[in-house]
């Protein structure tokens, strides 16, 4: 399979594969494809739906497989922002944000992926349920907004507000804290909590998440009645 990203604030992954082989997709990712493209809605067990279903994916998947030739598939985003291509292996699984998931490789294993402290997790909101990608192949995942990368050594960390955490190396560690004092909380007008990661690793911060986006439009759409 091989792969172009193009097109900005609006991107879109054009493949092109061989006969024969299949990507996975989630609900209503496809944008266009060629005719010879078949589609299949495949579910992969209980356990594997119910755990798309908790990362915020949809329970069945769609794969789509090029039959008597070459084929080309296109998915876009459905939101401004950025495409980004995972490599996904052995010692190399990738955590990312709910929802984040947009296609792969037949190879790539999507799961449920969640935070190990339950109640920091329940109350800090988004970061207690995650994607974890693995298995062999390649993975392609949406960013809101700007992507920023940062390589963490062991040991290091980065405090990050609840949201602008897309995805991170799975060799990653993660905790949601609670911001320190009550006037801080209160006043401070940055929440209650953050999300702290830990290297090693790599982590991808969006610049603009599409729970921040909906805040700031809020105010300017008409309420019902």
Known sequence: MKYSIE???LPVV???LDA???MITEKGAMSWMTPNMKMETVGGGA???IGRMFSGEAMFQNRYTAEGGPGQIAYASSFPGSILAFEVGTGKEIIAQKSAFLASTDGVTLSVAFQKKLGSGLFGGEGFIMQKLSGNG???VEIDGHVKEYELAAGQSMVIDTGYLAAMEGTC???ITSVKGLKNKLLG???FFNTVVTGPGKIYLQSMPVNQMADVLRP???SGN
């Open 138 to 140: 390649t993975a392609f």
């Open 220 to 222: 300017f759409l008409p």
């Open 20 to 22: 024969g082989e299949t």
């Open 14 to 16: 054009i493949c092109d």
């Open 173 to 175: 560690k993660m905790e």
């Open 47 to 49: 356990g594997k739906m």
């Open 7 to 9: 097109g900005a604030p």
């Open 189 to 191: 007008g940055e929440g």
